[in-house]
């Protein structure tokens, strides 16, 4: 398989992630190429730099309304936490599994920076969230009420108002 390569359609046009996601692309390239003695320590740095990465964007969505159990949030947790057990099975020697991983882990990449941070992108920009310092330059562009669910139709607060009642 052909690794998974920064393009124009992974730009969300807000310079702070699409570095971050540059970065995320990078260091997966260099786990998709790594010979196997460097492997699990190819797929280690890619742990650190996307636990950073999560941890940064989770950052930002709390700081504009969205809930702490938003299912991007959520998303985040379960990569990572996979990510972990699969660098357990390198370290085990079962190299096949990570590279199998980072396989799985550029077609989710692709899915997750053009769907749940592609809104999120339009959500920091309509709100002129600025990442280095947290301002924001439209504060009443943010929600009324906490994002919950995935920020749209499967919203928390949605569900319950369309509810059949019992």
Same mark, same amino acid.
């Given at each position: 398989m052909a690794g998974l390569e920064w393009s124009e359609a992974l730009a969300l046009e807000l310079p702070a992630m699409d570095e971050v996601h540059q970065e995320f692309v990078l260091l997966l390239a260099a786990v998709q190429e790594a010979a196997d003695g460097q492997l699990a320590g190819r797929w280690e740095e890619l742990i650190s730099h996307t636990q950073m990465h999560f941890d940064q964007e989770d950052r930002w969505?709390? +700081?504009? &309304?969205? +809930? +702490?159990g938003n299912c991007h949030s959520l998303q985040h947790k =379960? =990569?990572?936490? =996979?990510?972990?057990? &699969? %660098? %357990?099975?390198a370290a085990a020697g079962e190299l096949a =599994?990570?590279?199998s991983m980072a396989s799985e882990l550029a077609a989710w990449f692709v899915h997750h920076a053009q769907t749940m941070d592609a809104a999120l992108a339009l959500h920091l920009r309509s709100a002129g969230f600025d990442p280095a310092t947290g301002a924001l330059a439209h504060p009443e562009a943010l929600p009324g009420q906490v994002i919950t669910g995935c920020g749209g139709a499967c919203d928390s607060s949605a569900e319950r108002a369309h509810a059949v009642p019992a």
């Open positions: 969505m709390q +700081s504009t &309304g969205f +809930s +702490s =379960v =990569v990572l936490q =996979v990510m972990r057990e &699969g %660098a %357990a099975k =599994v990570i590279r």
